[in-house]
C-alpha cells in the first residue's frame, strides 16, 4: 500500500487568462506536517480548494489516498477535514451547538464525540453557556478545527489558521496542531505565508509562487541551507583547526577549498573564538557570522527582496 495520502501532477488552475495554478506536482506522504508557503495571491488557497473538493482543476490529476477517478475521488474526501479561511462559525451559538448544527448539516449522526472534541482543541473547560461571538479570535480558530475533526479525519488542512492571532494563540494553535500529527498520526496540510512560523511547527515545506511550486524540502534540509556559522579566514588555518578541536573542544567545523573555516558552533560565542585564536598567535584577517535568515531564504526561493 502506497505511503502517501495526496499527490497532485501538472494541476493548473485557470481563471480566464489568469492561471492561478501552473504545473503543480506534490506528493504528501503520512504522518507529516507539510507547510504551504507562499505570499498572499500565490496559489495556496486554490491548490487546498481543489484537493477539498471544494473546486476543480483545469488540467491535471490528483489521487486521494490512492483514488484518482471522480468517482472514487469523492468517496475519499470524507477523510479529510478542512479549516478554509475562517471558519463558518454562528456567533449566537455555544461552541457545542455549533458542532450539533455541522453533525445535522453532514448527517453526522455520533453524539458522543462533542466534549472529546471540545476537549481535544482545549475548549472543554470554557463555559458551555458562552456564545462563539464572546469568543477570542484564537478560541473561534480552535472550534474551526474541532469541526474539521468531526468526521476523523486522515488529512487536516488548514489554510492560514494563526493569521490575526496574538503571541498567546498562535502557541496554542501550533500546539495543538502538533498534538494532532503526534497522537493521531494525522498528516496536516498548513499554509501560511510566515516561513518563521512554520519553521517551528512543520517537518516538510512546499514553496509556491506565482501558481509555481518553487522548491519542497524537509526541516533538515531547510536548516542546512540557513544554518549560520562563524567564516574565519586566517594565516595558519591547521594550527586555528587544532585550537578549534583542542581548546573549544567540537568539530562542527569545515575547511572549504579556498582555506577559510566554517564553525557550526559557537556561533553566538564570537568573542571566546577570537580569544583562542588570539591568545594562540593565530593571525586572523576576517571573522564574520554569516548565514541565511528563514526571511531571506524565502525570498531568495521566489526571487525577491524586501520584506514578506
Do not use: W
Not at 6 to 17: D, E, G, P, V, Y
Not at 126 to 136: I, R
Not at 251 to 275: A, C, H, N, P, T
Amino acid at each position: 500500500m502506497s505511503n502517501y495520502v495526496l499527490k497532485t501532477t501538472n494541476l493548473c488552475k485557470r481563471f480566464k487568462s489568469y492561471k492561478a495554478l501552473d504545473n503543480v506536482s506534490v506528493t504528501l506522504e503520512k504522518g507529516k506536517i507539510y507547510g504551504l508557503i507562499g505570499k498572499n495571491g500565490a496559489g495556496k488557497t486554490t491548490l487546498m480548494r481543489i484537493v477539498s473538493g471544494l473546486s476543480y482543476a483545469t488540467e491535471g490529476t490528483i489521487e486521494l489516498f490512492g483514488a484518482s477517478s471522480a468517482k472514487e475521488y469523492n468517496k475519499q474526501l470524507s477523510k479529510i477535514g478542512t479549516l478554509i479561511e475562517y471558519p463558518s462559525l454562528n456567533g449566537r451559538m455555544t461552541a457545542k451547538q455549533n458542532i450539533k448544527l455541522v453533525k445535522i448539516m453532514r448527517g453526522i449522526k455520533d453524539k458522543s464525540v462533542d466534549d472529546e472534541l471540545l476537549e481535544m482543541v482545549g475548549l472543554g473547560s470554557v463555559d458551555p453557556k458562552k456564545k462563539v461571538k464572546d469568543f477570542s479570535l484564537g478560541m473561534r480558530q480552535r472550534l474551526g478545527i474541532a469541526i474539521a475533526m468531526l468526521t476523523n479525519p486522515e488529512l487536516l488542512i488548514l489554510d492560514e489558521p494563526v493569521n490575526g492571532l496574538d503571541p498567546v494563540g498562535v502557541v496554542e494553535i501550533r500546539n495543538l496542531i502538533k498534538k494532532l500529527n503526534q497522537e493521531k498520526n494525522i498528516t496536516v496540510l498548513i499554509s501560511s505565508h510566515n516561513l518563521p512560523e512554520l519553521y517551528q511547527t512543520a517537518t516538510d515545506y512546499i514553496i509556491i509562487d506565482k501558481g509555481v511550486i518553487k522548491q519542497t524540502l524537509t526541516l533538515d534540509e531547510l536548516e542546512k541551507k540557513c544554518e549560520h556559522y562563524l567564516s574565519i579566514t586566517c594565516d595558519d588555518p591547521d594550527k586555528a583547526i587544532k585550537v578549534i578541536e583542542n581548546e573549544l573542544g567540537t568539530k562542527k567545523y569545515k575547511r572549504m577549498q579556498d582555506g577559510s573555516i566554517r564553525l557550526y558552533d559557537f556561533v553566538d560565542e564570537k568573542q571566546k573564538v577570537s580569544d583562542a585564536l588570539f591568545n594562540n598567535h593565530i593571525k586572523v584577517y576576517e571573522f564574520s557570522r554569516l548565514g541565511e535568515t528563514l526571511e531571506n531564504y524565502f525570498l531568495s526561493v521566489i526571487g525577491e527582496s524586501g520584506n514578506v
